[in-house]
């Protein structure tokens, strides 16, 4: 089958409108590949490999395959200095820039990659490494192959030339969109990030919730960085975070900050849900209980470093605050602060959590088991109810 030039033509001008019918990625890729294929293209095997700016993947890989299927990987750090990987065309092409062609059905082609013997035996007969250079120099690389008889001739090798400068403009694109996702998600959470990226980003755009909000912090911090070296003590915080962070997010909650060695988290209420408040103080304390070791009390160690902490709900003010040009995107209001002092009131005992009286009536916990406390900057007693064992999910 002659390749079509029209289908080719029309297939770079819909890339080069930005592959606008196309929702993702994805789409865009199993578009391509199948219109090339349309067009009379042979396509097998399409494979896509791209780095990223992301605090734990180096980078992501995308195989479209002839029946339509399409696979997508994550490449972790450490993949360059890979054996496996550094016996691979795709390493070479980061390195030189310039594309690499295997006609594995010709007798004399070079057998210089462990990566070949495998394509072969699966039938593969052409393969073709090409780059994708983006406008700020960064380059990223994608992979055709077929398992035609005799390989790619001269027509579909112009075909997958015509569309690659197009196909890699959409897909600098996406990796910009996919880069800023990344990092907000990284720094501010998910949904916060979904937020910030659909516009809520002027200052003032707050929203009243009612939400469970939950500190928790290290017990003997400071005695900790007072007479430890850094290594130990971003260690022992770096080791806090990962027990406690985790499974907060699992269950819906979003940590909304960091500070020194404690966090500020909300679970956001949905008042259209049906014992909502309920719900998501089951699930904060479900998160804490996780946190300390999953069973009936703490168990804590080097990896499982104590802390305590303090939950409670209540209305707050959820969104952007800060200067004009430095904005933070959190909680406040009576609820947050209040929260903040159950914490202080909470004794500096390994895994002590205390739960504030609306929590308490919420969970049916017995009243007699309160203890009234004085709270800074609050006036009266509080009561508060220290939970030795946490509630399961």
């Known amino acids: 089958m002659p390749v079509d030039a029209a289908k080719i033509d029309r297939l770079a001008e819909w890339l080069i409108d930005g592959a606008r019918s196309s929702p993702d990625i994805r789409a865009t890729i199993a578009e391509v590949c199948g219109r090339l294929r349309q067009a009379g293209v042979p396509v097998s095997r399409f494979v896509l490999l791209f780095l990223q700016l992301h605090p734990n993947l180096l980078g992501s890989r995308f195989c479209w395959l002839e029946d339509g299927s399409i696979e ?7 993949l360059f200095d890979d054996a496996d990987f550094r016996d691979n065309p795709m390493s070479v092409l980061l390195e030189t820039r310039q594309p690499i062609r295997r006609k594995l059905c010709d007798p004399d082609c070079p057998a210089d990659f462990q990566l070949l013997q495998r394509l072969k035996a699966e039938g593969v007969t052409d393969y073709l490494v090409a780059p994708m250079l983006f406008s700020d120099g960064e380059a990223h690389g994608m992979t055709w192959a077929t398992t035609r008889e005799g390989g790619f001739e001269k027509a579909d090798l112009a075909a997958l030339e015509r569309i690659r400068g197009p196909f890699t403009r959409v897909f600098e694109s996406y990796i910009l969109r996919l880069t800023a996702s990344n990092l907000l998600s990284a720094y ?12 809520k980003v002027r200052r003032g755009d707050v929203e009243e919730i009612t939400a469970c909000v939950v500190f928790a912090d290290l017990v003997g ?18 080791t806090f975070y990962d027990c406690v962070v985790p499974p907060i997010l699992e269950r819906g909650g979003e940590v909304l900050k960091f500070m020194g060695d404690g966090i500020l988290a909300i679970f956001p209420i949905k008042p259209e849900e049906p014992d909502a408040e309920v719900t998501a103080c089951r699930l904060a304390l479900a998160a804490l209980r996780q946190a300390w070791g999953g069973g009936d009390g703490p168990a804590f160690s080097e990896d499982r470093p104590p802390f305590r902490a303090a939950v409670h709900v209540g209305k707050v003010q959820y969104g952007n605050i800060g200067a004009l040009n430095r904005l933070d995107f959190t909680a406040i209001g009576p ?7 159950f914490l202080e009131a909470a004794k500096a005992v390994e895994g002590q959590t205390v739960v504030s009286e609306p929590v308490a009536r919420l969970l049916q916990l017995d009243p007699a088991l309160a203890e009234h406390v004085s709270i800074r900057d609050f006036e009266g007693k509080q009561p508060v109810y220290t939970v030795a064992r946490m509630a399961a999910d």
Do not use: M, W, Y
């Open 335 to 341: 609820a947050v602060n209040l929260t903040a002092r």
């Open 221 to 238: 911090f400071t005695r900790l960085s007072n007479e430890r070296p850094a290594t130990e003590v971003l260690k022992r915080l770096n």
């Open 72 to 78: 997508q990987t994550d490449a972790r750090f450490g």
């Open 188 to 199: 501010v959470g998910h949904d916060i990030g979904h937020k910030i990226l659909a516009g």
